[in-house]
């Protein structure tokens, strides 16, 4: 049952709550959400409904002129005669009765719409306690009738009403089926969530409208232009009145102006559904320029025809046929779509590329097949495919395009609209000419896309099965085979986020004294003259906890997620492995090997990023309450646990910049604010801590600089090194340290780098001198980060204005 839940429902599920997300996002209103779910599903089905009423109009009349034969038959034959002489009758009219099958499609599809709303409806958290109208809460059946349920009646008698109107239609046994089928919905939904009954009763309602429609109105789309004169078409070439021809025809103006209101249309729904970020903004820039541009199409459109002297003429365009180009134009932004696949396995589960493709390829056939499929009937497909085609690839790409330009929630309006354009007129002009060479230029940006993202993921992990291994962990592996281990106290490895010295701290302004006298008070020793190799959290973390300068071998969040050198170490000696950490970012698309982990794996969407424009680093952490990652921290901190234990816990304050390239204004008073909460949770997790643990070796860290000067992100190559000063490089690998020792453990390491603590502590539990001197790994700085040719070794600074200088000065007392 799961696996045809799986191949048939999923997707269509999947496909109805994007759909009810949608409208909520637009309406705010959960009732009215599912009343245009029902509404769009119907909408959608249409076509089907249409061809299933042929397929059953054509059953009904073959079985109609069977009729008087097969009842003579029936009179005067009995067996095996009946049969043969019934299936002649069948072979003559090119009859069987499987085709009855078919003509029940119309009803059929929507047998597996019903069981996906079911699902989807009957236990749809967002709903429960939200009421609508007379609806006190949608997640439960209504009560309405004294107690008894009144929507399952408004909904039969909406069904029976509909199947009334067009009872006509279907012979006796249909009429019975239509009867017995309303009362089964009556009985099966009776007891069902007032969302499901609301839904459902837009259904038939939508039903009952569609057959009133059917019976009683006749459409015909009637389109009337002006024309010149009678014997000329539409697409001629307009002469005017000195003697120039125009390049465009009335039609192309008036398919440009349907373009340019459909883009308008489509700005100003986006700019209300859109997440805020880069796509918002350009939706909402958009929105004037198309107006301005279709006011100036209709003035040329209005003085043409004006000026020709037209008379009047109708004519009738009807519905355009998806072709195979159509479907091929899916690729485009598809290719896209695989590509971050691809480059972001480690981070989506199963479930998670599942949900990302099925949703970004039902938008994608909405607008590339959907949209101009409709709008064919008033206006040129090509043109209208090529304009959806090129907004989609530009939404998707939108997020690639911002990393190549370093854009942070807002973009480039000028690279962004002629990329549209550009792209616009590019697929209009191949599919309008030439669609064997556009067929040829997707295809090969498709392979290419794909491709190309393999190699760089190859090229990012060739390895993925094991954390790296180097010279320093095979002689403390030797160290630890002879030595056995002496001190089983617990470790906690406490990190702030960007989170610096006192000596950093007061270039920035702000007098951080108090707190690094709490913490002497509480019995940490200050090394106040440390920084981390690695310039960000999942570089410096993962450096550390592996003592390692380099980490190749796997995805880098593996080392967070647990799988890491010293982690590995501790638990072969019994010691239990805890992971608390704020953001499920920390381990995403990896298995981690906590014994104890928060937050449990969640989904990762990534089609939220793609929406918003821009691959944050933080973009699907909201979701995560911060107040529950502080509770179980704290719990975990103040519980006297049976054996020893290593726990890694990784906060949110006082955070860094956004890293777009920008310094905004008031940053430096944002990290100030949260200074004082990081020093606020910093006493409360001690004092938790060590009323139960006063023996732990407890690390107080900052994991890397928060970023605030400069261009307050990674220094770009172009940058002048030579103003480049310490407080730039202290700014960005600077990290705050305070480690609380027991009182029989060794405390006058010469800890330079976050990566030299565990050294430091392994060291102390096994007793030996030897791990302290041979397990270091290199404290050279990596990647760049404070400008290209800059790094810091054994404290000193290479490079830059302060070139052989110590990185810091010391807090002057």
Known sequence: MELLYTIFLLPIETIMKLVLELA??????????????????????????NMAEKWREKDKAIRDSMKFTLDKIKQNYKGKERYFYTQALYKIHNYSPIS????????LIQIPFFFAAFSLLSDYEPIAGVGFWILSDLSQADGLLFGLNLLPFIMTAVNLLAAYVYINKFDKNEKYQLWGIAILFLVLLYTQASALLLYWTFNNIFSLFKNLIEKYIKINFNFKFKKTT?????????????????????????????????????????????????????????????????????????????FRNTETISFSKKLEKITKIDLLLLLIPIAIVFQYVILNTEMLSEEDIVLFVLKSLFISIVFILVIPYFLSIISDKKLISSVTTAYLFVLFFMPTLALMQNWHK????????PILFILIALIYILYSNNKKLLSIFISVFFIFTITNAFLNKENLAENQNKYYLDNNHKNILDVISKNPIKNKNDVIFLIYESYVNEETMNYYGFDNSNQV???????????????SIGP???????????ISREVSGQNIREYTAGNNFVVDILSKDGYKKIGIVHSDSYFSGTNPSWDLIFPKRKSFDLLKAVKEGEFRFDFNTEKISYDDYLMKKIKILGTKKNSPYFMYTHN????????????????????????????????????????????????VAGDHGPYHTINCTVVPKKYDINKINRYDIQDRYGSFLAI??????????????????????????????????????????????????????????????????????????
């Open 230 to 306: 009678k014997d000329k078409i539409l697409n001629e070439n307009i002469e005017n009145k000195f003697g120039f021809k125009t390049i465009f025809s009335i039609k192309f103006l008036f398919d440009s102006l349907v373009s340019l209101v459909l883009l308008l249309i489509i700005s100003i729904i986006a700019s209300k559904l859109l997440p805020s970020g880069i796509n918002l903004v350009f939706n909402e820039r958009s929105i004037k320029f198309y107006i301005i541009l279709s006011a100036f199409v209709f003035l040329i459109l209005f003085i043409i025809v004006k």
């Open 517 to 531: 006298s709490f913490l002497k008070e509480k019995g940490f020793k200050i090394y106040d003259k440390n920084y």
């Open 536 to 546: 960000g959290s999942l570089a410096s973390m993962s450096r550390a906890m592996n």
């Open 100 to 107: 009855s099958v078919k003509a029940s499609a119309g009803f």
């Open 410 to 417: 807002i973009g480039s309006f000028k690279i962004q609209f």
């Open 24 to 49: 909520y996002n637009f309406t705010n209103n959960y009732g009215v959400a599912i009343i245009l779910l029902s509404i769009i599903i119907n909408i959608a089905l249409i076509p089907i409904y």
């Open 740 to 813: 609380k020792w027991p009182k029989n453990f060794k405390d006058d390491y010469n800890i330079s780098t976050l990566q030299d603590v565990f050294p430091a502590v392994l060291a102390n539990l096994y007793e030996s001198e030897n791990i302290w001197k041979t397990g270091r790994t290199s404290s050279k700085t990596t990647h760049n980060s404070a400008g290209v040719g800059i790094y810091v070794e054994d404290g000193i600074i290479h490079g830059g204005e302060n070139d052989g200088e110590p990185l810091f000065l010391g807090v002057k007392k």
């Open 652 to 699: 949110r304050f006082p955070g860094h910049t956004q890293n777009s390239g920008k310094c905004l204004p008031h940053e430096k008073q944002n990290y100030f604010d949260n200074v004082k909460k990081a020093n606020i949770e910093m006493k409360n997790d001690l004092e938790t801590l060590l009323k139960v643990n006063p023996n732990a070796v407890v690390i």
